[in-house]
C-alpha cells in the first residue's frame, strides 16, 4: 500500500510537517516493497487552490493513505469520497519512527 | 476488607471519561487574526465543538435543548461549552488575541476512529477491514461515536 507522509525535509531524520497541502516534502512509502522516495512538493507556494493540485498528484500516484497533522474541510470530504485514508496525528514524529512503523 | 477499598479509592480518583461531541461540519476557517494593534499575544483555542455551540445557539437559532441533541450530549453539557465558547471569543476580540480553530474534542458525523495506543485519528477505508490502527497496528480502537 502506498501511503504519503508529509515532511519537513527530504531525509527520513525530517520531521513530518503538520501542514497537508503547503507541506515542504512528501515521502512516499510503499510497505509491500518497503522502499520510500521524498518528492519537493511543487504547489508549497502556490497562492491559492493548493489543496485540489494536491489532490490531483495524489490520485495520479494512486496513493491510498495519507499521514499529516491536519486537512481542510475541502481535502477531507474530497479524499473521503475517493476512499483515500486519512491519518491524523497530533504531535509531530520523524519520518524515519513512522515509517518503520508502517513497513512493520 | 483492604483490596476493596484500595479499589473504591481507585475508582472515586479516576477522571470521568469525557464523551465526544458530534459536530456536523468543522469550521471552514482556521483562524482569526485581529489587526491594527501592537504587539503579538498567545491565540485562544476555539474547539470544534464550541465552534458548533456558538453554530447552533447563536447562527441558527436553536435552543439548548435541541443544540444538545443534535451534538449528543446533555443540555448542561451544552450549555457548559456554549458558555466557554463565549468566553474565549469575547476574551479574544477585547485581548486583541487570535482565534485557532482545534480539534478539541469533536467527532465528525462520520467514520472516524482514534487510537488509544497511539494517539493518531483515521478514517475508515471502504476496502480494507477496519480492526486495527493503521500506524501502529493496535487493536485499542474506539470509533469516534457516541450511539
Given at each position: 500500500m502506498k501511503t504519503l507522509i508529509t515532511s519537513t525535509g527530504n531525509s527520513i531524520e525530517a520531521e513530518m510537517d503538520m501542514r497537508f497541502g503547503r507541506a515542504l516534502w512528501f515521502c512516499i512509502n510503499d510497505s509491500k516493497t518497503?522502499?520510500?522516495s521524498f518528492i519537493k512538493n511543487p504547489y508549497a507556494n502556490l497562492r491559492g487552490g493548493v489543496g485540489?493540485?494536491?489532490l490531483n498528484f495524489i490520485i495520479q500516484n494512486e496513493i491510498q493513505q495519507i499521514i499529516s497533522g491536519d486537512f481542510g474541510a475541502n481535502v477531507r470530504s474530497n479524499l473521503e469520497n475517493r476512499g483515500v485514508q486519512m491519518i491524523i496525528?497530533?504531535?509531530s514524529k520523524p519520518i524515519e519512527e513512522i515509517i518503520n512503523q508502517l513497513n512493520k | 476488607m483492604r483490596i476493596f477499598s484500595l479499589y473504591l479509592f481507585k475508582i472515586s480518583s479516576m477522571p470521568r471519561r469525557r464523551r465526544l461531541r458530534k459536530i456536523v461540519e468543522p469550521p471552514k476557517f482556521k483562524g482569526y487574526k485581529p489587526y491594527g494593534h501592537r504587539g503579538q499575544k498567545q491565540a485562544v483555542e476555539l474547539h470544534y465543538e464550541e465552534y458548533e455551540a456558538i453554530k447552533l445557539?447563536?447562527?441558527?437559532h436553536l435552543n439548548?435543548?435541541?443544540?444538545?441533541?443534535?451534538?449528543g450530549i446533555s443540555r448542561a453539557t451544552f450549555a457548559r461549552i456554549y458558555?466557554?465558547?463565549?468566553k474565549k471569543i469575547a476574551q479574544a476580540l477585547v485581548e486583541t488575541r487570535e482565534i485557532k480553530s482545534v480539534f478539541g474534542h469533536a467527532y465528525l458525523d462520520k467514520s472516524w476512529f482514534i487510537c488509544q495506543?497511539?494517539?493518531?485519528?483515521?478514517?475508515?477505508?471502504?476496502?480494507?477491514?477496519?480492526?486495527?490502527?493503521?500506524?501502529?497496528?493496535?487493536?485499542?480502537i474506539k470509533a469516534l461515536t457516541t450511539k
Open positions: 518497503k522502499t520510500h485540489k493540485e494536491v496525528i497530533q504531535d | 445557539a447563536d447562527y441558527d439548548h435543548q435541541e443544540a444538545s441533541v443534535l451534538m458558555d466557554e465558547a463565549r495506543s497511539c494517539g493518531s485519528k483515521f478514517n475508515t477505508m471502504p476496502s480494507a477491514d477496519n480492526k486495527e490502527c493503521p500506524l501502529c497496528k493496535s487493536i485499542e
